[in-house]
């Protein structure tokens, strides 16, 4: 027998953990008033923190991608014109 005692869809996996926590070790989101700095804008207890962190790291992750992408043609190009002087 689970001793979460509400019956959460699988398909909110989200709330299933914030149930969880809730539930079994007594963890409590905060009020959004407690939520200050950056916080207030990344966090795991918000539909909207928790969007704010995806956006984060895809934009890492394509900064990331167009610096290397930048970097290996700025090398193609100084190996041309080195082998043609």
Same mark, same amino acid.
């Given at each position: #027998?689970?001793?979460? !005692?509400?019956?959460?869809?699988?398909? =909110?996996?989200?709330?299933?953990? /914030?149930?969880? !926590?809730?539930?079994?070790?007594?963890?409590?989101?905060?009020? =959004?008033?407690?939520?200050?700095? &950056?916080?207030? +804008?990344? @966090?795991? +207890? /918000?539909?909207?923190?928790?969007? @704010?962190?995806?956006?984060? /790291? +895809?934009?890492?992750?394509?900064? /990331?991608?167009?610096?290397? &992408? #930048?970097?290996?043609? @700025? !090398? !193609?190009? @100084?190996?041309? =014109?080195? =082998?043609?002087?």
């Amino acid at each position: #027998m689970s001793p979460v !005692k509400t019956r959460i869809p699988i398909t =909110s996996f989200g709330h299933l953990i /914030t149930e969880v !926590k809730r539930q079994l070790f007594g963890i409590e989101p905060p009020a =959004s008033v407690e939520l200050t700095g &950056l916080r207030k +804008y990344f @966090n795991s +207890y /918000t539909l909207q923190g928790r969007r @704010n962190c995806v956006m984060a /790291t +895809y934009g890492v992750l394509v900064v /990331t991608a167009a610096a290397y &992408l #930048m970097h290996r043609q @700025n !090398k !193609k190009e @100084n190996q041309t =014109s080195i =082998s043609t002087a």
